[in-house]
C-alpha cells in the first residue's frame, strides 16, 4: 500500500470517530435535556415525552372514533365498530361450560351489592388522563358511554 492511501484511510478513520464521538455527546445532551424537563412535567405530560422519545406512539383504534360521528347512519357505524373491538378481545375465549357454574341463588351480603348508581357515578368522575388498562379501552369510552 501507498503512503497516501494509508494517510487517507487513518484520516477518515479519526473523521468517522470524530463524528461519532461529537453524535454520542448531541444524543446524551438532548436526552438530558429531555429528562431534566419531565421532571418539572405531570404524569401526563411526562408519558406523553416518554412515549415521543421511546417511537411509542401506539393509540388504541377507538381513540379516533368519536370524531367521525356524524349523522344516524354514521353512529351505527361507530356502534359497529365498537361492538367489533369488544367482539375482538373475547374471540379467542372459549364459550363458558354452565356445567361448571354453581348455583347462583344464595343470598349476598349488602357489603357485596352495587347498585347502579354508584357504578355510574364512579364511571362520571373517571380521570380520562390516565393510561389504558389491561382491556386497551380508553378511560373517555367509560365515561361517555356509561349513562343508563
Known amino acids: 500500500m501507498s503512503a497516501n492511501k494509508l494517510s487517507y484511510e487513518r484520516f477518515t478513520r479519526e473523521l468517522r470517530n470524530q463524528t461519532q464521538r461529537m453524535a454520542m455527546k448531541l444524543r446524551s445532551n438532548y436526552y438530558c435535556r429531555r429528562v431534566d424537563s419531565l421532571r418539572r412535567a405531570g404524569p401526563q405530560q411526562w408519558w406523553n415525552e416518554i412515549k415521543r422519545l421511546t417511537g411509542q406512539q401506539h393509540q388504541c383504534s377507538l381513540n379516533r372514533l368519536v370524531d367521525n360521528v356524524g349523522g344516524s347512519e354514521n353512529k351505527q357505524v361507530l356502534a359497529n365498530q365498537i361492538n367489533s373491538f369488544f367482539y375482538s378481545v373475547s374471540a379467542d375465549l372459549h364459550p363458558l361450560d354452565q356445567r361448571l357454574v354453581t348455583d347462583t341463588t344464595d343470598s349476598f351480603p349488602e357489603d357485596f351489592i ?35
Open 114 to 148: 352495587i347498585e347502579p348508581y354508584q357504578v355510574q357515578c364512579k364511571l362520571d368522575n373517571i380521570d380520562v388522563h390516565k393510561s389504558i388498562g389491561p382491556d386497551n379501552l380508553p378511560n373517555w369510552i367509560f365515561r361517555d358511554f356509561s349513562f343508563g
